[in-house]
């Protein structure tokens, strides 16, 4: 029989807890199990007390405290320390029903995520490939973009980074996708119904209601402001940054001249050869 489980992932301060604090009460209001798990060695305080706590196996301060390590490889100590110990985790699980939604609460240190095995070697136990056969999904939280731009009140360029390690492991055309959506999709007359996957809520009387909202010129014009907001920000649209790669940090740099009027700043030059041939005497 499977379980099923949500993994609360994403940087620090993204708001992971917050998240699986609002999925709780919602859980609650809906009648719902849920089991919360929280796997952050660091964490100190919670609106929910944790079901299973990995506290309560491994703190991150006292493995700072007694191995004279930093945040970092003590987190990633803990981590290791789990893996070698995961019974803590099976035990408890393991008594669940399918009623139950495994809520699992992660640390915000990305090098978890993109460079040490860790994480990936305890999905593959927790999920169907492993014993606890759980359906899984990963929840990854990211600050809106929007709160940025917005709280600095300043010219917002998106920089995608690394891109040496994924270029070849996806096509050009879908990195183009990703990085510069056509914002005018949302201008489509049919992007209500597309957003609803075809679906139509159940809580409307009458569904003919909705079609004809969504086809209205009011939505579409509500469309057009939207695409047009999104495409003159650039909200949804991210620069390709290789380090290694000396056109793409000097094109992230021409970005970054014209967002600081950095030309429009400078003196004009004349030529060096004109310099040298104008004698100002004749």
């Given at each position: 029989m499977s379980k099923f489980g949500v993994l609360a992932m994403g940087p620090a301060g993204a708001g992971k807890t917050t998240f699986c604090t609002a999925l709780i009460q919602h859980l609650q209001h809906t009648h719902r199990s849920c089991f919360y798990v929280n796997l952050d060695p660091a964490a100190t305080s919670f609106a929910y007390t944790p079901d299973l706590d990995i506290r309560d196996l491994i703190s991150l301060e006292d493995v700072m405290d007694e191995m004279s390590l930093g945040p970092n490889g003590g987190l990633i100590f803990c981590f290791e320390f789990l893996l070698q110990n995961l019974d803590f985790?099976?035990?408890?699980?393991?008594?669940?029903?399918?009623?139950?939604?495994?809520?699992?609460?992660?640390?915000?240190q990305i090098e978890l995520y993109t460079h040490i095995p860790l994480l990936p070697e305890l999905i593959r136990y927790?999920?169907?490939?492993?014993?606890?056969?759980?359906?899984?999904?990963?929840?990854?939280?990211?600050?809106a973009t929007m709160s940025a731009m917005v709280n600095m009140e300043l010219p917002h360029i998106n920089i995608l980074s690394k891109m040496d390690l994924?270029?070849?492991?996806?096509?050009?055309?879908?990195?183009?996708?990703?990085?510069?959506?056509?914002?005018?999709?949302?201008?489509?007359?049919?992007?209500?119904r597309n957003a609803l996957?075809?679906?139509?809520?159940?809580?409307?009387?009458?569904?003919?209601?909705?079609?004809?909202?969504?086809s209205g010129g009011s939505f579409k014009a509500l469309n057009r402001a939207v695409a047009r907001?999104?495409?003159?920000?650039?909200?949804?649209?991210?620069l390709q940054l290789d380090v290694n790669d000396e056109d793409s940090v000097g094109g992230i740099l021409s970005y970054i001249d014209d967002a600081i009027?950095?030309?429009?700043?400078?003196?004009?030059?004349?030529?060096?050869?004109?310099?040298?041939?104008?004698?100002?005497?004749?």
């Amino acid at each position: 029989m499977s379980k099923f489980g949500v993994l609360a992932m994403g940087p620090a301060g993204a708001g992971k807890t917050t998240f699986c604090t609002a999925l709780i009460q919602h859980l609650q209001h809906t009648h719902r199990s849920c089991f919360y798990v929280n796997l952050d060695p660091a964490a100190t305080s919670f609106a929910y007390t944790p079901d299973l706590d990995i506290r309560d196996l491994i703190s991150l301060e006292d493995v700072m405290d007694e191995m004279s390590l930093g945040p970092n490889g003590g987190l990633i100590f803990c981590f290791e320390f789990l893996l070698q110990n995961l019974d803590f985790l099976a035990t408890p699980i393991e008594s669940l029903t399918e009623e139950f939604l495994i809520i699992f609460d992660l640390p915000g240190q990305i090098e978890l995520y993109t460079h040490i095995p860790l994480l990936p070697e305890l999905i593959r136990y927790l999920s169907r490939m492993g014993p606890l056969n759980i359906n899984l999904c990963a929840a990854y939280l990211l600050e809106a973009t929007m709160s940025a731009m917005v709280n600095m009140e300043l010219p917002h360029i998106n920089i995608l980074s690394k891109m040496d390690l994924v270029q070849s492991q996806v096509s050009r055309k879908e990195l183009r996708r990703f990085t510069d959506p056509d914002a005018r999709l949302l201008e489509d007359e049919d992007t209500g119904r597309n957003a609803l996957s075809g679906k139509v809520d159940v809580n409307v009387r009458n569904p003919a209601e909705v079609d004809n909202v969504m086809s209205g010129g009011s939505f579409k014009a509500l469309n057009r402001a939207v695409a047009r907001l999104i495409d003159d920000f650039s909200m949804v649209s991210f620069l390709q940054l290789d380090v290694n790669d000396e056109d793409s940090v000097g094109g992230i740099l021409s970005y970054i001249d014209d967002a600081i009027q950095y030309h429009e700043a400078q003196e004009p030059k004349e030529p060096k050869e004109f310099e040298r041939d104008f004698d100002p005497d004749e």
